[in-house]
């Protein structure tokens, strides 16, 4: 897991509710990542940060949002807009841009819906 | 439509056993391919990366090689042990100005099962 935390591991969230997701690294690294895993399914990209204070959207980011006010941290919440949002998510961080570099995941937060 | 296909979807072997895991890609154009090992309910760990240049690099008992003119790659395992049983995903990067993440594509992995 390296220097990535993500809490909380197990979280629960009821109709209507918004719940944010922790991710902090300590590497140093500029770029951080949210990944959304599906049973059977591959990682699929919400959002990304390549540096503070600015992130664009991934291929499903409909129904989360992101901020990145400073360069360890990079919350994700799911809001209530996020119909289906039982998953398993991955928060990774790469010292610049993934395309070429490894990239280092944290523990996972799998999210499941009272 | 940049694709990464693995397969088998899922492999048993005994313990001692060596295995090979394929991942077929459609990505274009290519820059890098890595494997990444996952435990269950845990996040990937990364196990080789390649680039273009690279057919073949090893990483203690796994041994990934590339053909990147038939878009293939494999993921050796060489005298399983018990600790292998995981999922492993095949990741292909593409080539852009810039580095976002918006330019990887993920298998959806292959899960093995190492028997005693």
């Known amino acids: 897991d390296g220097g990535i935390t993500q809490s909380p591991k197990y979280l629960f969230r009821k109709e209507g509710q918004n719940v944010t997701l922790s991710c902090e690294q300590n590497?140093?690294?500029?770029?951080m990542y949210w990944y959304r895993q599906d049973p059977g399914q591959g990682l699929r990209l919400i959002y990304y940060s390549q540096i503070v204070n600015d992130f664009q959207k991934g291929d499903i980011a409909e129904g989360y949002s992101v901020s990145r006010e400073k360069k360890e941290s990079f919350p994700l919440t799911v809001t209530s807009a996020q119909k289906n949002p039982t998953a398993f998510y991955l928060c990774a961080s790469s010292i610049w841009g993934a395309r070429e570099e490894t990239q280092y995941f944290g523990p996972g937060t799998r999210l499941l819906v009272l | 439509k940049n694709q990464v296909e693995q397969s088998p979807q899922s492999l048993i072997i005994l313990e001692g056993k060596n295995c090979t895991l394929q991942c077929n890609y459609t990505v274009s154009p290519f820059s890098n391919l890595r494997w990444y090992k996952q435990d269950t309910g845990r996040g990937p760990v990364s196990l080789t990366i390649?680039?273009?240049?690279?057919n073949t690099k090893s990483n203690g008992r796994y041994t990934a090689t590339l053909d990147a003119d038939t878009k293939q790659s494999s993921l050796h395992i060489t005298a399983s042990q018990l600790s292998d049983s995981a999922s492993y995903i095949c990741?292909?990067?593409?080539?852009?100005?810039?580095?976002?993440?918006?330019?990887?594509?993920f298998g959806k992995g292959t899960h093995l099962i190492i028997q005693p």
């Open positions: 590497l140093n690294h500029d770029a």
């Open positions: 990741v292909v990067g593409k080539m852009y100005s810039g580095g976002g993440a918006d330019g990887l594509t």
């Open positions: 390649m680039t273009f240049s690279e």
